[in-house]
């Protein structure tokens, strides 16, 4: 069964996207904390795909900036992510490739770049 985000969840992650770019340096701490909070749950990489490759009613700067948040996830955590948070992803940037943007394109070729590159990572790690 194909993951799909909660509702409310959802929301809370648009919106914390929002405030991200808000110019208030006090915003951007706050951001800044729940970003780290939020990555302590392998989930929240499903969701930040779900808002780059499917919410194409979102403007593109949000949506790009959620792949740009998980670009920096997959180089940081992604020998963490359990393998049904990876394959989602992989699946998605797949799938959405050929966006009509020619911004998500490159968000997505930037994020495919980075899962390619720890997956190469993980495999000499896991030898």
Excluded at 89 to 112: F, H, M, W, Y
Aim: glycine letters at 4%.
């Amino acid at each position: 069964m194909e993951w799909q985000p909660d509702e409310q969840g959802l929301q809370q992650v648009l919106q914390l996207l929002k405030d991200s770019q808000s110019p208030n340096t006090v915003t951007q701490r706050a951001v800044q904390q729940k970003l780290e909070q939020l990555n302590q749950f392998p989930d929240f990489n499903n969701y930040l795909i779900f808002v780059l490759t499917r919410l194409k009613t979102e403007d593109e700067p949000t949506r790009s900036l959620s792949g740009l948040i998980l670009k920096n996830n997959v180089k940081a955590h992604y020998q963490n992510f359990p393998p049904t948070v990876a394959d989602f992803i992989k699946q998605e940037c797949l799938n959405n490739i050929g966006d009509p943007s020619p911004l998500i394109r490159a968000t997505i070729g930037e994020l495919v770049f980075c899962c390619c590159s720890a997956s190469y990572e993980r495999s000499l790690l896991s030898n």
